[in-house]
């Protein structure tokens, strides 16, 4: 009975020559299976990466949505309760009415102290102190 050694995980071994063509596909099943275990553990590890970049722009996610409902509550003055209650679309909706009739009452009275200032100079009358030459202002 003749024999053959191979080698199989960096141990040698003898096989009768009978069993060689058994053992040659036995290697190479078993080289299959390693290149498969080593393409599935690349998999699992680029899959994982995937997983890790998810949870992180999930935080961000769930950190800016966080900061949205913040405007929103300070906008319509409650805890979040607005939103809470009509939704988040809606709560933005009348965010933009409530900030946009806030501008328009910002300018109105821009221009009523506009008026007022106006009519006050209008209603003083400048003199000149004969003693510094100071201006002053004295009402008519």
């Known amino acids: 009975m003749n024999k053959i050694s191979i080698e199989l995980n960096g141990k040698s071994y003898f096989v009768s020559t009978e ?5 040659e596909q036995l290697q190479s099943q078993f080289a299959a299976e390693k290149e498969n275990a080593i393409h599935h553990q690349d998999a699992h590890k680029a899959c994982s990466a995937d997983r890790v970049e ?3 722009q ?3 996610a ?7 409902g913040n405007v929103l509550a300070v906008i319509h003055r409650d805890g979040g309760h607005y939103i809470s209650i009509h939704g988040a679309e ?4 009348d965010a ?3 900030i946009m009739e806030t501008r328009t009452q910002l300018v109105e009275a821009k221009e009523r102290e506009t008026r007022l200032r106006d009519d006050v100079q209008a209603q003083r009358r400048w003199q000149r102190c004969p003693r510094c030459y100071k201006t002053f202002a004295t009402k008519t």
Do not use: G, M, W, Y
């Not at 069993?19 to 053992?23: K, L």
């Not at 769930?62 to 949205?68: G, H, I, L």
């Open 19 to 23: 069993h060689q063509a058994a053992v």
């Open 54 to 56: 998810i949870i992180k």
């Open 96 to 98: 933009i009415k409530i």
């Open 90 to 93: 809606k709560a933005s909706k």
């Open 58 to 60: 999930l935080d961000i």
């Open 62 to 68: 769930k950190r800016e949505n966080q900061s949205f």
